[in-house]
C-alpha cells in the first residue's frame, strides 16, 4: 500500500522558514525522482521543485534561491527547506513522484504565510 505523508507546515510571518518533510512507503523509494508540488485556494496544483534519484535539483523560479528540496533515501523521506518565505507560498504543499505523480496523493501540509 502506498502512503506519502508530509508534515512541518504551519503559520509563519513573511520572512520566515519552515522545513516540509513526506515520507514514502510501499514504493521502491530510491529509483523515483521525487517532487513538491503545490496548490493555492482556487489554483491548480503546481510543481515546486524535484529531484532526481541521483541528486539533481531543479526548482521553479518563483522559489529559485529561497527553496531546497533534499532526499534521504535510507530513510524513504524527501525534504523541503523554504528559506523567506512569501505570502504568496501559501498552499497546501505535498510531494508525489515526478514527473509522472503516482495515482496517489497524500493529505498534503499546510503552509500560511501571513502576518
Known amino acids: 500500500q502506498v502512503q506519502l505523508v508530509e508534515s512541518g507546515g504551519g503559520l509563519v510571518q513573511p520572512g520566515g522558514s519552515l522545513r516540509l518533510s513526506c515520507t514514502a512507503s510501499g514504493i521502491i523509494f530510491n529509483i523515483y525522482h521525487m517532487g513538491w508540488y503545490r496548490q493555492a485556494p482556487g489554483k491548480q496544483r503546481e510543481l515546486v521543485t524535484f529531484i532526481t534519484n541521483d541528486g539533481s535539483t531543479n526548482y521553479a523560479d518563483s522559489v529559485k534561491g529561497r527553496f531546497t528540496i533534499s532526499r534521504d533515501n535510507a530513510e524513504n523521506t524527501v525534504y523541503l527547506q523554504m528559506n523567506s518565505l512569501k505570502p504568496e507560498d501559501t498552499a497546501v504543499y505535498y510531494c508525489?513522484?515526478?514527473?509522472?505523480?503516482?495515482?496517489?496523493w497524500g493529505q498534503g501540509t499546510q503552509v500560511t504565510i501571513s502576518s
Open positions: 508525489n513522484a515526478y514527473p509522472s505523480p503516482l495515482n496517489f
